[in-house]
Each structure stands twice: as C-alpha cells, then as structure tokens.
C-alpha cells in the first residue's frame, strides 16, 4: 500500500491545468492536503524535451509527497516519457491520465478518449507499470465517456490487473465535462469492487461534503479540485472535520489578500518579468476573489492588473473599504458601492 494511505484517509490536491504550480501545490500542502499532484503534463513533450513542459514538472520537496501526471496514448512513448520523469525528478508516483475531458487532448486520443478503448488503456497503463516497476503508478478516469457508456468498474479492474497502485475516480462522465453532477454511487461502487484504494472526486465543495461522502460509500481518500481554486484553506477544515476536531474560524479577508499577494510575488520572482507574471495570473485572482464581498466590482480592477504595487494599492483599498463596512450578517456583501 502507498504510505500515504496507512492508517490515514488522504486529501489530495486534484490536478488542474493552468492551476496547480508549484507555489498553489506548496500553500496547499501548508494547508493540508496530504497529496498534490503536477499539472498533466504531454508524454510527447517530455519526449522532445520541450522547455515549457520541463517547467511543470518542477517542486519542491516540501511538497512531497508529489505526483506526476502524464497524458499520452502510445504505450511505448508514455513507458518512455514515465521513465524520463523518474530520472530527471524522481516524483513519488507517476499518475496516468485517462479522464482530461478537454477536447484538445481528447483529439489527440488522450484523456477520457482512452475511456472507450480499454484495450488500448490497458496498454498504455502496463507499459508504464511495466517499465517503473517497482516505483508506483496510480491513474485517474472518469466514470465513462457518455451516460450510455459507463464503464469505471471494468476500467477500474483493468488498471488494478496492470499494476496500478490507486485510483483516483471522478463521478462524471467524459460528456458532462464539468456541468451536472458527481456519481458518487458509481465512485462507490468501484471501491467495492477492487483491492487498491480509490480516490473519490467531484462535487466536493467543504468539509460536510467529504465526511458525508466518505461515509456513504468507503472510498479510501479524496480529491478536491475546483473548491480549492478560490480556497485553498479548504483542505484545513476537511482535515479538522476527518478528525473530529472543532472547527476554526474562516480566514479573514486579510488572512485571503496576504495569500493573494504571496502568490503573486512568489510568482513574480519565479519569472523574472513582473508585467507578464502578472498578467497570467490574471485568471487565478478572478478565482482567489470568489465570494468576497464586492467580488464583481474587484474583479473589473484585477484583470487590468500589471504591477504588484497595483495589486497592493487594490488590496489596501479593498480592506479600508472592509474595516469601514463591517458586516451585520458574515454572508453578507458589505462593500457600499464596490
């Protein structure tokens, strides 16, 4: 059994193109999730050495225990391009990819296309099993490719007959993409079904979601994806539920602006150019600004930013406007004008 699965129910950090770097990795294992997996990475650009591609599979070691995942549809290439990752990075597990519903992997037949060739999935999973042994390979799937072709308890068994170490499932098929709802009677089903844990994962909003879940249908851990793109403290409370402990109090809106602005200058220094760093983060402070008060007004001011004196000057406006609007009720949206 991995370790991080003895006498624990680990929280993982679901992997997330354009997300999970290794400074969102870092906070989040600060927070605590127990596992964090790198951005999919093209088993192809591994192979030709692509830079860009290099540049994701990059962490820390705080972040261990770390996975790498992999996304490809030629057994041999992604035996080979699993192989390179372990020499250049040495991650702790490699993790295959056959649940991306994006349509520029899936066109490539990558992802969840795999999911309606499970002779070719299994395969792809046997070569890199093969080729790694004994260093662990997990893989992630999605319940199936459309509602008529649900298939995760006969993928599931496939990959556990091939070696795979665990599995991670989310509750959705290839065809809902991100719309719709989790499974998690099918996600239930597939851990009764195989010996090697599974990893449930959709829908996971807090930590009332995980307990229930974890209750319901004896998955082994947890994957928390799109709730940790504006909270990544998430993964605090879910722990603290786990274990019975009390809750603690929500992160103050300046605890979230100290993060915001961590990440941005971490970002920053990691780049070398602030006006670019900037502007690619664009994306993740619309998502860092979910459900604050004013978020919309806040958000018309975050996509022009482009200095981090910018950031800060929006960050101390924000907070005098915060401290000047207590609020009668914490749901409430209590920024006046904002």
Not at 113 to 140: G, Q, S
Not at 316 to 337: F, I, K, M, R, S
Request: glycine fraction near 8%.
């Amino acid at each position: 059994m991995l370790p991080w699965f003895q006498n624990r129910f680990p929280i993982y950090l679901a992997p997330m193109a354009g997300v999970t770097d290794s400074i969102f990795r870092s906070y989040c294992r600060e927070q605590g999730a127990d596992v964090v997996v790198t951005e999919f990475v093209s088993a192809e650009g591994i192979l030709h050495r692509n830079e860009r591609t290099r540049h994701y599979l990059e962490f820390a070691e705080s972040e261990r225990p770390v996975g790498v995942q992999l996304f490809g549809a030629d057994p041999g290439r992604m035996a080979d391009a699993a192989a390179a990752v372990v020499e250049w990075v040495n991650p702790d597990f490699i993790d295959l990819n056959f649940g991306c519903p994006v349509n520029k992997v899936v066109s490539k037949n990558g992802g969840a296309a795999l999911l309606r060739d499970c002779p070719l999935l299994e395969r792809v999973a046997r070569a890199v099993v093969r080729r790694l042994d004994p260093f662990p390979v997990t893989a992630k799937i999605r319940i199936g490719w459309d509602p008529a072709t649900v298939n995760a308890l006969t993928t599931a068994r496939r990959l556990e007959d091939c070696g795979i170490r665990a599995l991670a499932v989310h509750g959705r098929t290839k065809a809902q993409g991100y719309t719709g709802s989790a499974c998690w009677k099918t996600i239930g089903e597939v851990a009764a079904a195989v010996r090697i844990p599974v990893i449930g994962n959709g829908d996971l909003s807090g930590a009332a979601d995980v307990v229930r879940r974890r209750a319901e249908t004896g998955v082994a851990g947890v994957m928390i994806g799109r709730a940790a793109l504006a909270y990544p403290w998430v993964f605090a409370e879910v722990r603290l539920a786990l274990d019975g402990s009390p809750a603690l109090p929500p992160p103050t809106l300046a605890q979230r602006w100290d993060w915001i602005r961590r990440h941005c200058r971490l970002a920053v220094e990691r780049r070398g150019d602030e006006v670019r760093a900037m502007h690619s983060l664009r994306a993740r402070l619309m998502g860092y600004t979910r459900g604050m008060p004013g978020g919309n007004r806040l958000r018309e001011q975050l996509a022009r930013v482009t200095l981090l004196t910018e950031l800060d000057g929006i960050a101390t406006q924000y907070l005098a406007l915060a401290a000047a609007n207590p609020p009668t009720d914490p749901t409430e949206a209590v920024l006046a004008g904002a």
